[in-house]
Every structure is written in structure tokens, then in C-alpha cells.
């Protein structure tokens, strides 16, 4: 069974533009969550996303925002990004509330 | 306070030792807890999960809450060099993983 798949590896933009990174979820799994995990800050919440709705989002501003399509899979985007933005994006789905399953990460790098 | 503290490390221990990483946390409204290992440039993987006070053991890997104590554990016995990776504790608050900042095992052959 595949895990969960997230694209592209790695992105490089610069300071003002936008980021879009994409997330495919285990099959079967309708929850798919975002965490950023910067240097030295561990992984923090962004956005609970299920059957279609965001359900919950971290203490993020809200030129973060995503979606989730129909198949589940999910959409992140940072607009006017900072360069304190740089960070590995990471990408879990679950079918029930407990445990997330991690995708390998897409590294943004804002210069 | 962070709602979760776990020590950074680097812990180095030789291979074979037991290893014991800890995690405590001040949220009483914590339901699951879970122990992730994480490789260099390498998202998350889940080891293990519980959620209830005692002990949980799985190969190699015990995993230990108190929740009298707002106090986790896990033991990783005969510690091999492919066990070197960052491993994360991490809680649930509904639908949301509360990490602690993960603990850097460095396991010496």
C-alpha cells in the first residue's frame, strides 16, 4: 500500500511570492493534516483538513490556507511568503482521530 | 511553558545499551500519546501509540505513560546504530499532534 506522497521535494522562491505544495493521502484516509517543522521550533499544527473541510487550523496568519479535493488530497498554500517561512512542510493522513501518517516532506526554501 | 518538553539531546549512548527518552507535558486534557522516529530530510513514522496509564511493548520498544506524573517514556532495548534518528513524542488535543521538540539518539557501533 503506498503512504502518503507530497509534492514537489523541494521549492525555492523568493520573498513576496507564492508556494503551492501538494499532498496525496493513504487510500482510505479522508483527514489529511499540514505541519511546518522549522529549525529549532519542532513541528507545529497548521491545518486539519476532512471530507472536504478545513476543520481546525494552528496559530498560523491566514496567508496560509489549502484545500482538500474530492480524492482527498490536499493543497497547501502560502501567499507573500517571508523568508521565516522557510521550513520542511509535512503532510499526514489518518482515518480516525488518533495517529497521523507522515508523508517525506516538501523543504521550502524563501530567499 | 511549552505544553510539551522533551530534551533535544544529542543523547549518545554505545550499541546494545537500553536507551530511555522522556517527555513531559502540562495539558491534562491530553488523550493519545505517541512516539515517532525520524530519519535526516525524512518525514515522521510512527512507532508507537497509547492511551491509557501503563506500559506498551512492541519488539524491541516499550512505551511507558503516567498520567499521574504528565510523564512519558519510551525504551529502546539493544540499541542498534540503525536506531540513530530524531525521535519526537507527540500528544492529541482532539484532532491536533502537540510535538515535543524531539530528542537526537546517536547510537555508536
Known amino acids: 500500500e503506498a503512504g502518503v506522497t507530497q509534492s514537489p521535494t523541494h521549492l525555492i522562491k523568493t520573498r513576496g511570492q507564492q508556494a503551492t505544495l501538494r499532498c496525496s493521502p493513504i487510500?482510505?484516509?479522508?483527514?489529511v493534516y499540514w505541519y511546518q517543522q522549522a529549525l529549532g521550533l519542532g513541528l507545529q499544527f497548521l491545518l486539519w483538513?476532512?471530507?472536504?473541510?478545513?476543520?481546525n487550523r494552528g496559530n498560523f496568519p491566514p496567508r496560509f490556507s489549502g484545500r482538500q479535493f474530492p480524492n482527498y488530497s490536499s493543497e497547501l498554500n502560502v501567499n507573500a511568503l517571508e523568508l521565516e517561512d522557510s521550513a520542511l512542510y509535512l503532510c499526514?493522513?489518518?482515518?480516525?482521530?488518533?495517529?497521523?501518517?507522515f508523508g517525506p516532506g516538501t523543504r521550502l526554501t524563501v530567499t | 511553558q511549552k505544553e510539551v518538553e522533551q530534551d533535544p539531546g544529542p543523547l549518545s549512548v554505545p550499541e546494545g545499551a537500553i536507551v530511555s527518552l522522556n517527555c513531559t507535558y502540562s495539558n491534562s486534557a491530553f488523550q493519545y500519546f505517541m512516539w515517532y522516529r525520524q530519519y535526516s530530510r525524512k518525514g515522521p513514522e510512527l512507532l508507537m501509540y497509547t492511551y491509557s496509564s501503563g506500559n506498551k511493548e512492541d519488539g524491541r520498544f516499550t512505551a511507558q505513560v503516567d498520567k499521574s506524573s504528565k510523564y512519558i517514556s519510551l525504551f529502546i532495548r539493544d540499541s542498534q546504530p540503525s536506531d540513530s534518528a530524531t525521535y519526537l513524542c507527540a500528544m492529541t488535543e482532539g484532532n491536533k499532534l502537540v510535538f515535543g521538540a524531539g530528542t537526537i539518539l546517536r547510537v555508536k557501533s
Open positions: 487510500s482510505g484516509h479522508t483527514s
Open positions: 499526514a493522513s489518518s482515518l480516525a482521530l488518533v495517529a497521523g501518517y
Open positions: 483538513y476532512d471530507e472536504g473541510e478545513e476543520r
